[in-house]
């Protein structure tokens, strides 16, 4: 027993004597610091003076189904667009829309805008199974077209649009908003273009939402009206890889999807995931309807960007651990640390889309990536394993 004691006591001196002398040498030598927790420097981002918009144009809406026309009606007037007239075949709808912009015409009929010349562009979040064959005849109307995610719902639809968009050389554009219409997207693309993470070689995205069902239209639980969910919000997902990968091919390895907790509409899916890649990256995307009612938003949207120098972290939305408001975006990489306010970032879009429309360029977006996002989520929903059957 004495022994052990001995030993016992001879240790811990041996160990306070290594500890010690650990504490006097240099933080470098155990990986610069591996273990330290001081916050990164905060960078609020001020906005920029933006002038008045170069171009403008004269637009209208057909089908106002889901609230995403009102944020790409602003977007179009922000750019330089005139808002001339509206239909739609619900006078609720109409009512709701009027209020938001008081100025609009009404129009008698989809064929009223069709064939008012003046009018240069159409925008239209109308019933996702509708938007494709509209968009059709607005080019064939000799029209620019804006279409709400998702744009195209089969792969019958993608063959008829693109086909007569060549023929017709209009824009059909999808406005993926979780990237074009959120700030913090528009910085982190800002900043990998100047090479604040080297090359990007992994995108990691998720998109979880709230269901209310008693707020959601009965078509909206029908995935041949609606789409599925890979199809549908799977679609932002597949966009912004693309976009921050740079890539102008793409594939899918694999994808799932499940209805786990919605029994009263067991056609709906609110869960899928999906892996993608390119020939020099690779993606995962995973999109669910759970977000808890505890959330103070509608979703904990998070895009993380890893790049072979450094990553990106977006916290879209909400800031879990406290900082009000969203549009966060944390930067780490081979100089420092970052937290970036990016709430006040300008979003170009719009005045992109309208100079688009008069000048005949891609500025906005090209028409191959907005194609080729939509038929990535098409293979997503089309080859995906049913999860909880």
Not at 224 to 252: K, N, P, R, W
Not at 307 to 319: A, N, P, S
Not at 329 to 345: A, G, M, R
């Amino acid at each position: 027993m004495q022994i052990k004691r001995r030993n016992f006591i001879k240790q811990s001196f041996a160990s306070a004597a290594g500890l010690a002398t650990a504490a006097m040498l240099p933080a470098d030598l155990f990986g610069k610091g591996l273990y330290d927790t001081s916050h990164p420097k905060e960078v609020i981002l001020e906005p920029k003076m933006q002038t008045r918009p170069k171009e403008s144009i004269r637009f209208s809406v057909i089908g106002i189904n889901h609230n995403h026309i009102n944020g790409m009606v602003n977007s179009l007037i922000g750019g330089g667009g005139e808002l001339v007239m509206v239909y739609a075949k619900e006078p609720d709808l109409l009512k709701g829309f009027i209020r938001s912009f008081p100025k609009v015409k009404v129009a008698a009929s989809e064929d009223e805008i069709l064939q008012d010349n003046s009018i240069q562009l159409v925008a239209s979040a109308g019933i996702p199974v509708e938007r494709a064959p509209l968009g059709i005849r607005v080019m064939q109307s000799g029209k620019d077209y804006m279409a709400d995610k998702p744009g195209i719902l089969t792969f019958e639809q993608l063959k008829k649009v693109k086909k007569v968009q060549k023929a017709t050389n209009r824009i059909y554009s999808i406005m993926y908003s979780e990237r074009l219409g959120s700030p913090a997207a528009v910085k982190a693309a800002e900043l990998i273009q100047a090479g604040a993470i080297g090359k990007v070689v992994q995108t990691i995205g998720m998109g979880p939402h709230r269901m209310t069902p008693k707020t959601r239209p009965a078509w909206f639980f029908d995935p041949a009206l609606a789409g599925g969910i890979l199809c549908d919000i799977g679609s932002h997902q597949c966009d912004q890889f693309l976009y921050y990968t740079g890539a102008t091919e793409a594939e899918v390895n694999f994808s799932q999807i499940g209805n786990f907790n919605l029994p009263a509409y067991p056609d709906f899916q609110d869960f899928g995931d999906m892996s993608v890649r390119s020939a020099n990256a690779s993606g995962y995307i995973r999109i669910d309807w759970f977000t808890p009612d505890g959330l103070a938003t509608w979703g904990d949207g998070r895009v993380f960007i890893l790049g072979t120098e450094g990553f990106i972290e977006m916290r879209k939305y909400i800031d879990v651990l406290g900082r009000k408001g969203g549009n966060h975006l944390l930067l780490t990489n081979q100089k420092e640390s970052v937290y970036y306010d990016c709430s006040k970032v300008y979003l170009p879009y719009g005045e992109q889309i309208v100079s688009d429309v008069v000048n005949r360029t891609e500025t906005a977006m090209s028409q191959a990536h907005c194609f080729l996002a939509t038929e990535m989520a098409l293979t997503a929903q089309k080859i995906a394993r049913k999860l909880n059957v």
